[in-house]
């Protein structure tokens, strides 16, 4: 048998760190579930001390997961791992996991702190947190650039003091391969008492080696890998969860590990994922990216029609995409459409089923042909439709080269109807200033992009939305066949998040410059 390698999902803490990629408590209960499904063994659900509002999602998550192991991030400071056990106890299998850095850098200008000060909060915090949770992991922020004789005395004290899990992150992307896996080799040869903790990774992707980093690791000797799904997080992101599980399953040959992840279950949490944080995959992502098993040379083509080992390592069914048995359209019924809806890998409620049933049918009225694609987008719509305080009614606007820009709008708020006119400059100006005289914010436009969804002039469109008000950010998405009222439900989408994000604000004590961590 194979070593395995556990997997600990950080998309709900790192990932979430992302700009704009903030979620609500509903939205995070429901990524954990899918996580839950997928079979990550750990999950680190959130930064408890961060905000009332992390606090709760991983206290939910806590109690709602039944499989999964639940983290808690924790600075080196007593009050943030109270407040992390306070919100993981009635999980299943809790573990807190608290961190310092340990790097020149870091240590001088960040903590303000000399390397006996930090080995004793070592001592004094992961002695504390193993006194309240059995299991506790410990990560040296910053530890690709720490000095290596030091870091063997931080992990030697950290295992001493009750720690079972050494993470030891690359948690600025500075680090090559062979250098990262050189780390992991040494520290496995020089701290004494490292067989009595496990070794993980935590790479971030600012040079593109976050998956390779991780796997040269997990070479040297590291048995739990940090990652999230569709490789989100802050900067340039973490490496991707589908990523390294789909390495170590291709390449065998030179990794003989395993994991329990049921890979059939990565692209519809990709996809929800994706639809939740308004950030949209690549079509050339790895694994999930629509373009991944997508042929369109002649000569890839022929090869395929030979066998398909000629183009490709994996199956698309291996990561959960299953060509397509049912052509849906106009006349396709209920049913129908809610096996098409499981063959995409997704399962829906009752309610949203019969919501997004009646948008397919509006939709197959306008157009010819109705593609997968513009299912999964309906799917979108619907994740941004809940718990909306502002609901798009209507919109009708005069655009062109001859009338000025003029739009109408009618929102429904709190369950009332609101009417507006706005002119601008070009049909989507003029419907967000409608939407500015209906909804009195301050929010500004950081990020205004358009996609085709498919081809074809009928084809939906999808708009993304990033809105940055306070030094808070988020970002959305909507879709439909008219670009300009796909524009306008996303910003009405980007409005609402932001609504639930100012009632996530961090208590007035909390230290605010070192938040993100690892």
Not at 61 to 76: D, E, H, Q
Not at 245 to 274: A, G, N, W, Y
Not at 403 to 426: C, F, I, M, P, Y
Request: glycine content about 8%.
């Amino acid at each position: 048998m194979s070593e395995k390698i556990y997997i600990f999902d950080t998309t709900l803490r790192d990932g979430e760190q992302s700009p704009g990629a903030s979620m609500n408590i509903e939205e995070k209960i429901q990524i954990a579930e899918y996580l839950d499904e997928l079979k990550v063994d750990i999950i680190e659900a959130g930064f408890p001390i961060a905000s009332n509002g992390d606090f709760e999602a991983v206290s939910e998550i806590s109690k709602k997961i039944k499989n999964s192991t639940i983290a808690g991030l924790a600075r080196a400071k007593i009050g943030d791992i109270d407040r992390a056990w306070d919100s993981i106890k009635k999980a299943k299998s809790p573990r807190i996991h608290t961190f310092i850095a340990t790097s020149p850098i870091h240590m001088k200008y960040k903590l303000n702190k000399t390397q006996e000060e930090v080995l004793e909060l070592i001592k004094k915090t992961v002695s504390h947190a193993r006194n309240l949770c059995p299991e506790v992991e410990w990560s040296c922020e910053d530890g690709g650039r720490s000095d290596i004789e030091f870091l063997y005395r931080t992990i030697e004290l950290a295992i001493k003091s009750g720690a079972t899990i050494i993470n030891i992150p690359d948690t600025v992307g500075y680090t090559f391969p062979i250098e990262y896996g050189e780390i992991f080799k040494k520290v496995k040869h020089n701290v004494p008492n490292i067989d009595k903790a496990i070794l993980s990774t935590h790479t971030h992707n600012d040079l593109g080696l976050a998956v390779a980093n991780s796997l040269s690791a997990i070479k040297e000797g590291a048995r739990q890998v940090e990652c999230t799904i569709n490789g989100l997080g802050e900067r340039a992101g973490n490496a991707a969860l589908e990523e390294i599980v789909m390495s170590l399953k291709v390449r065998k040959d030179l990794m003989p590990f395993h994991t329990d992840i049921q890979t059939e279950s990565i692209i519809k949490t990709s996809r929800l994922v994706s639809a939740i944080t308004g950030f949209t995959v690549q079509p050339n992502k790895a694994i999930v990216g629509t373009n991944a098993f997508a042929h369109e040379a002649g000569i890839h083509q022929d090869g395929m029609l030979k066998h398909s080992g000629t183009y490709e390592i994996m199956t698309p069914e291996e990561v959960g995409l299953n060509k397509s048995k049912l052509v849906m359209g106009k006349h396709s019924g209920k049913h129908a459409f809610n096996e098409k809806l499981k063959e995409l890998g997704y399962e829906i409620g009752d309610n949203s089923l019969m919501e997004i049933f009646g948008r397919f049918k509006d939709l197959a009225d306008k157009k010819k042909e109705i593609f997968d694609e513009d299912i999964i987008a309906l799917i979108d719509d619907q994740v941004f439709r809940v718990n909306q305080t502002i609901k798009f009614v209507s919109l009708n606007v005069n655009a062109g080269s001859v009338k000025r820009h003029e739009a109408k709008l009618v929102l429904e708020v709190e369950g009332k109807k609101q009417e507006s006119s706005s002119t601008g400059d070009g049909p989507v100006d003029a419907t967000f200033n409608a939407i500015k005289n209906i909804i009195n914010h301050g929010a500004k436009l950081k990020l205004y992009q358009i996609e085709a969804i498919t081809a074809g002039t009928d084809a939906q469109g999808a708009v993304t939305i990033r809105l940055e008000e306070d030094g808070k950010t988020v970002q959305s998405k909507g879709s439909d066949t008219d670009i300009v009222v796909a524009s306008a439900k996303a910003y009405i989408n980007a409005l609402n998040k932001l609504l639930v994000k100012r009632t996530k604000e961090a208590p007035d004590y909390l230290e605010r410059k070192d938040i993100k961590g690892v």
